[in-house]
């Protein structure tokens, strides 16, 4: 049960963290690379409150990468949002080493390896942005700008998100120690429909918030870099 004041803070994050970042003034063209019943979708059309134009990639092109890479040069793609997996197909194709469209890329949904991030980072014709994020908590929780000598990582919140890396007690972990990921602040959603028993398993009390106050546990491991940035561990579970 996600609320429209989530997906009205997440657009203005996304404008100011990667959106705004982009050079070049007027609309752009974006992606919409995901089927609406899936949260993805929702950081693609709320582009539409900032005036940008958004592009349907036809679904009989996605599973080829060739196929794709041109139909982004013929539509003049600015900015297309892929899971790694996808982008790796691309990348057999050619993306990385081209010019031209798109000229950024949000990548989500999957773990980025570090050998795709490493590609990534080498590629410097475009920029790319690593998202994550449940969609207990509106799509996308942190964002890292991939760049070159530095570790892979999850990044940092976007406004209005609160990071906690807690241990089963819920006390939190020094830094440099693993711990649960647990999200506070604007994204979170109110619960899942018709379960309480598990609204009240995932989403609980945060000690360390104001009256009222909730966090949501993720069950993402991690551990943070002295400079604030998260590196994913794996799960706590068997997802």
Known sequence: LVEHRAAINLAKALERRIFGQLDGDGPRRVSVNAPLTFDASVQQWTRLGFGDALVIVPEELRANGGALLDWMRRERLDVLDCTPSHLRLLAEAGLLEAAGTPRALLVGGEAVDRALWEAMAADSGRRFFNVYGPTECTVDATVEEIAARR?????????????????????????????????????????????????????????????????????????????????????????
């Not at 972990?173 to 649960?180: D, H, T």
């Open 151 to 239: 570790e892979p990582s999850l990044g940092q919140p976007v406004d209005g998100v609160e990071l906690r890396v807690l241990d089963p007690a819920l006390r939190k972990v020094p830094a440099g120690l693993p711990g649960e990921l647990c999200i506070a602040g604007a994204g979170l959603a109110r619960g899942y429909l018709g379960r309480p028993d598990l609204t009240a398993e995932r989403f609980v009390p945060d000690p360390f918030g104001g009256a009222g106050a909730r966090l949501y546990r993720t069950g993402d491991r991690v551990r943070l870099f002295p400079d604030g940035r998260l590196e994913l561990l794996g799960r706590l579970d068997h997802q």
